[in-house]
């Protein structure tokens, strides 16, 4: 059996595996590939993961969100274009993404104006960055609903079959 760490200041990747119980040898046999001294080379940050050692953590751990954590954190183009989304539970995502649909609503109209004629000029730019800002909100909600149904999924509470 493996000793348990004492260490402070762990990372995702090591909180993630403890909180399932699972010791570095455990986990590298169900991940078949990743061995335990690299896994503890990733925990102990001597070593950045690769993004296929991600999949395997993030399955064998069942929490795809450090997929979005790697990207967002970790990979040097997904640092520039992937946005970290934040899990949340259901109902929360469900009012948010109302809120942010009612005020985009609103907006509605003003987006038809200032794109009809496929161009965005100096007295509208304001608006269509408030505009913008409105999607970019709707984009995160969804994002943080597929990463609740990647969650709910692989920790085995729905089916999608």
């Known amino acids: 059996m493996g000793k348990r760490s004492v260490r402070e200041n ?6 993630s595996r403890e909180e399932l119980g699972l010791t570095r040898d455990k986990a590298a046999e169900q991940m078949l590939y990743v061995s335990p001294e690299r ?3 990733i925990e102990s940050e001597k070593s950045l993961p690769h993004p296929d050692e991600i999949l395997a953590m993030a399955k064998c751990y069942q929490r795809p969100q450090l997929c979005n954590y ?5 990979c040097p183009i997904g640092q520039k274009y992937v946005p970290e989304v934040e899990f949340k539970d259901l109902s929360q995502i469900t009012l948010e993404t109302l809120a942010s649909l009612n005020s985009l609503e609103r ?9 009809v004629d496929n161009e965005v000029s100096e007295d509208e730019v304001e608006d269509f960055l408030k ?3 409105e999607m ?7 994002q943080s609903l597929k990463l609740w149904i990647d969650h709910t999924v692989a920790t085995g509470k729905i089916r999608l079959d």
């Open 70 to 74: 790697y990207c967002s954190h970790e």
């Open 39 to 41: 896994i503890e080379k």
């Open 136 to 142: 970019n909100k709707i984009d995160a909600t969804v």
């Open 10 to 15: 762990k990372n995702i990747y090591q909180l």
């Open 131 to 133: 505009i913008q800002e």
């Open 107 to 115: 907006a509605k109209n003003r987006f038809i104006e200032i794109t």
